[in-house]
């Protein structure tokens, strides 16, 4: 398994043989599995490349993982109530995790719960991370997918700059609500916060296309059946949706229609793939894009050749998939003897410490100063262009720079009053 740069992750709804399987997509060999109890729709998130986690159906409890184990860790994390949702943060830092309509943000490494935030009237069924660690999406049952930025959520006091909303009332940063049914699908481009491309989907039988950098819709595209998943590969060209029918739709964004809302018939790119009895669950494409996994309710997972459109493998399950991954093969998958934690789990607070004061601090890879190549320069038979985006830098940085002072004030006080 040395020669593994790749693997795959499913699981399915039966928790009889396993939990979550560990498979050489190119093979069709298990190589690992991961025992104990199910894990619900959009819960399978690995922290760092220690630990897999995931959350039961029915139970506010977390299953906890090491990477190089098959049972389950003694650690107990407990949350709030049965997580309909969750993601950890690309930094590993931060755990994500919904209950009902309430988002609860927890520190990783402290088990601090550092925030609860809400603006959905319904349950949220979708929780994603901007690549940077800097924002947080979620999508709900009502059909809103909100942008939040991770530094209002944790924050225990007013910020400089923050002009609207109070503390422990925080604002999303974008608020969509263009979907008419619940959001099943959320995917966000690489790069950046402020450069990235965001696709949703929805049982109204549309995809949705956003840019994060003026939070306007750049595309949508109508189906005739209500979508279930939703992926895009690693440029950013081209878009998978799977749908409650049983067949995946593909097109590429390569040469974009004029309108902004099109029906998926009048896409010249447009393909379509039969495979699958019954809905699918889940879609998750390999690094290189040419290798698209897909899990249904018909107890299977398709692996397709993209440039063909054909099914080359198929692995079965003992029930409904739930959760279908790629992931980068962990080191300790490889060599069990090589477990070496980048941080440490530790119980879950129940509750927020309003007088204790937290710092958190950013690493310089977290700032995102390098310039993204696939940022939207400039979009074409639009209204959307980068006029203010130099004053919204300079904005920022100010900002900054008055956190900065305000915390450096706030530490000499409290070190010369001790």
């Known amino acids: ?117 809400t603006r959905h009237y319904q349950p949220v069924t979708v929780l994603q991370f901007t690549g940077d660690s800097s924002h947080l999406l979620s999508g709900g049952a009502d059909g809103q997918v909100l942008v939040w930025p991770l530094v209002l959520c944790v924050a225990r ?115 379509t793939w039969a495979g699958h009895t019954g809905q699918v669950t889940g879609l998750a494409l390999g690094m290189d894009g040419r290798t698209l996994a897909s899990g249904g309710v018909d107890s299977v997972v398709h692996l397709w050749d993209t440039p063909s459109g054909q099914v080359v493998r198929s692995l079965p399950h003992k029930e409904g998939v739930t959760h279908v991954q790629f992931i980068a093969t962990p080191p300790a998958l490889l060599d069990h003897d090589r477990w070496s934690p980048a941080v440490k789990l530790v119980a879950l607070q129940k509750g927020t410490n309003q007088k204790e004061f937290t710092c958190a601090v950013l690493n310089r890879t977290d700032l995102g100063d390098g310039e993204d190549w696939m940022r939207d320069e400039k979009v074409q038979g639009g209204s959307v262009g980068m006029e203010g985006q130099g004053r919204e830098e300079e904005h920022t940085v100010q900002e900054l720079k008055q956190i900065n002072n305000q915390l450096y004030k706030f530490a000499m006080k409290n070190v010369l009053s001790s």
């Open 157 to 271: 006091r007013s910020l400089p700059g923050q002009e609207r909303g109070q503390v422990g009332q925080v604002q999303p940063r974008y608020t969509w609500t263009d979907h008419a049914l619940p959001v099943t699908g959320v995917r966000v481009g690489h790069g950046p916060a402020h450069g990235a491309r965001v696709i949703t989907c929805s049982l109204d039988m549309t995809v949705k296309v956003y840019t994060m950098q003026t939070g306007q819709m750049l595309l949508s595209v109508s189906f005739t059946s209500p979508l279930t998943a939703v992926v895009m590969d690693n440029m950013e060209t081209t878009v998978y949706a799977g749908t409650k029918s049983g067949q995946i739709h593909s097109f590429s964004l390569l040469s974009p229609p004029r309108d902004v809302c099109v029906t998926g018939d009048s896409l010249a790119s447009l393909s």
């Open 1 to 117: 398994m040395e020669d593994k740069y790749e693997v795959l992750l499913t699981s399915d709804n039966s928790g009889v043989v396993c939990n979550t399987t560990v498979w050489d997509h190119t093979t069709g060999s298990s190589l690992h599995q991961f025992k104990g109890n199910t894990s619900s729709p959009n819960t399978v998130c690995l922290v760092g490349r220690d630990y897999l986690l995931s959350a039961p159906p029915d139970k506010p409890l977390l299953n906890v993982w090491q990477v190089n184990r098959a049972e389950q860790s003694p650690l107990r994390l407990f949350t709030p109530g049965p997580v309909s949702a969750m993601a950890v943060s690309p930094s590993g830092h931060y755990l994500v995790a919904a209950v009902e309509e309430n988002i609860n943000i927890w520190q990783v490494g402290t088990g601090a719960l550092l925030g609860v935030v």
